[in-house]
Nanobody, 118 residues
Framework: VQLVESGGGLVQAGGSLRLSCAAS????????MGWYRQAPGKQRELVAG???????NYADSVKGRFTISRDNAKNTVYLQMNSLKPEDTAVYYC?????????????WGQGTQVTVSS
């Protein structure tokens, strides 16, 4: 499985960015895709996740500002980020989790930098 992210960049506070992540390879019909982020000196944290059935969850810090969506036909997940703040600056990683019997396979993208200037 390969995850390829795109859409990061530099934006001023209050601006918007849209991240995309396309998955390829042996993708199961039941899975969860999501976005994590890691700022310098901090642990990686969940930003938002979405199941193949469309159930979403968000970190409290991004609720109301970020929207996660997916296109199952394209195995692609999106993160629309609005009202960006300097504290949203981080490397954003795409994640895919898919169960196989008693196991869960976990895959990561290479990361894309998001920088929000004040």
């Amino acid at each position: 499985v390969q995850l390829v992210e795109s859409g990061g960049g530099l934006v001023q506070a209050g601006g918007s960015l849209r991240l995309s992540c396309a998955a390829s390879g042996n993708i199961f019909s039941v899975n969860t895709m999501g976005w994590y982020r890691q700022a310098p000196g901090k642990q990686r944290e969940l930003v938002a996740g979405i199941t193949s059935g469309g159930v979403t969850n968000y970190a409290d810090s991004v609720k109301g500002r970020f929207t996660i969506s997916r296109d199952n036909a394209k195995n692609t997940v999106y993160l629309q980020m609005n009202s960006l703040k300097p504290e949203d600056t981080a490397v954003y990683y795409c994640n895919l989790r898919q169960p196989a019997g008693p196991y869960e396979y976990n895959y990561w993208g290479q990361g894309t930098q998001v920088t929000v200037s004040s």
